[in-house]
């Protein structure tokens, strides 16, 4: 499988919290996220929190003009600083950064920061090489600031062809990205894993507080307000052609429940046979292990436990355990799924119907 052999960047594997898959296989068995204006930034947004938490209006502070990284009738917006510290923020950055090193491991290209690594264009350069297998003529490396800003703009104005903007005006912009602005780059970095259908699952309806300060009069007024950088959507999975299960999802929930229903039905009826039970689609094939177990059952052959990750640890082991089932289905004579690996541990449903349905159709018939 492809999914197995693709190097993965060095990032620490998320390891599988206690309580959420603390029970062991027996256990089952017996109980059914550089550049010279970082300094700038960083007072900006100091300038923005004390203008907004210090008693009464900010006007009212007589700060020498010398003081402020703002030009005279200049806006910025900076993320507030306290949002940083949001477990949901954290949580995105590291997801987005270690998608980038996945897609980048074969060109030993590693991101650390977001803000540091991606303002210049040189990274967001080469993903969108990987993403779209086309090449871009531009300068590989740019030290100055104008070639820099002239690359960016290049890379930017690709990578906007390529998501649809050909009017609407994307929430980031070469200077915002090329300022390091935090904002702008989640989003830019957000809508390429939803085009693309990216094998993550995002965190969902992630706000940050952003501060937009303004000076005039030698005078810096801020406000706050909400923006957000993921909602609710279902996309997550390859993308194909659409099929009934599509529909189902979209126009007719209760049909879905049905099918559903039937799904359950079908499975239990086999994993029965050895103690086991499932009630929920989305998370009781996440790992892998009911998927790996359901094959030998369906294909009336012995899964050798070693093959597989009987308690997986981490989101690569439970990777390995469904592209490994995904395996065993080809060789009993179905087609390759519509699915990759990561969409079952994922937890995206219609992959998850699609696969199952797939087994449905060619054992329903099988004691």
Request: net charge negative; hydrophobic share 40%.
């Amino acid at each position: 499988m492809s999914t197995l052999n693709r190097p993965k960047s060095p990032h620490t594997p998320t390891v599988i919290k206690k309580g959420e898959k603390e029970d062991s296989f027996w256990d089952k068995f017996s109980t059914l996220g550089r550049k010279r204006g970082t300094r700038e930034v960083k007072k900006v947004q100091e300038e923005g929190k004390y203008a907004i938490d210090s008693p009464g209006s900010p006007s009212q502070y007589d700060i020498p003009p010398e003081d402020y990284a703002l030009r005279e009738h200049e806006q910025r917006a900076v993320i507030d600083p306290q949002s940083t510290n949001n477990p949901e923020v954290i949580k995105l950055q590291r997801i987005l950064v270690d998608w980038i090193n996945d897609e980048l491991a074969e060109q030993r290209i590693i991101v650390q920061h977001l803000e540091e690594d991606m303002y210049d264009g040189q990274v967001l350069h080469k993903l969108w090489e990987k993403l779209t297998g086309k090449k871009l003529d531009v300068p590989e490396v740019t030290q100055s600031e104008q070639g820099q800003h002239e690359k960016l703009n290049i890379v930017l104005k690709a990578v906007n062809h390529t998501l649809g903007f050909h009017q609407k005006i994307p929430k980031w912009s070469v200077a915002s990205v090329h300022s390091k602005n935090i904002v702008a780059i989640l989003h830019l970095l957000v809508a390429l894993v939803r085009h693309f259908r990216a094998p993550v699952r995002l965190p969902e309806n992630v706000f940050v507080t952003v501060v937009i300060a303004e000076k005039n009069a030698g005078v810096l007024n801020a406000q706050k307000f909400q923006e957000q950088i993921t909602s609710e959507y279902d996309d997550l999975g390859m993308r194909c052609e659409k099929d009934a299960f599509d529909t189902l999802i979209d126009c007719a929930p209760d049909k879905l429940a049905v099918v559903k229903k039937s799904l359950i039905t079908f499975v239990n009826k086999h994993l029965a046979k050895l103690n086991f039970e499932i009630s929920d689609l989305n998370t009781d094939f996440r790992d892998g292990v009911y998927l790996c177990l359901l094959m030998g059952l369906l294909g009336g052959f012995f899964v050798p436990l070693h093959e597989f990750h009987l308690t997986p640890q981490d989101v690569d082991q439970m990777v390995s355990n469904v592209a490994f089932a995904f395996d065993l289905m080809q060789d009993v004579g179905l087609p390759k799924p519509k699915a990759r690996p990561e969409d079952i541990v994922n937890m995206d449903l219609k992959s998850t119907l699609r696969v199952l349905y797939s087994l449905f159709t060619m054992f329903r018939d099988y004691a």
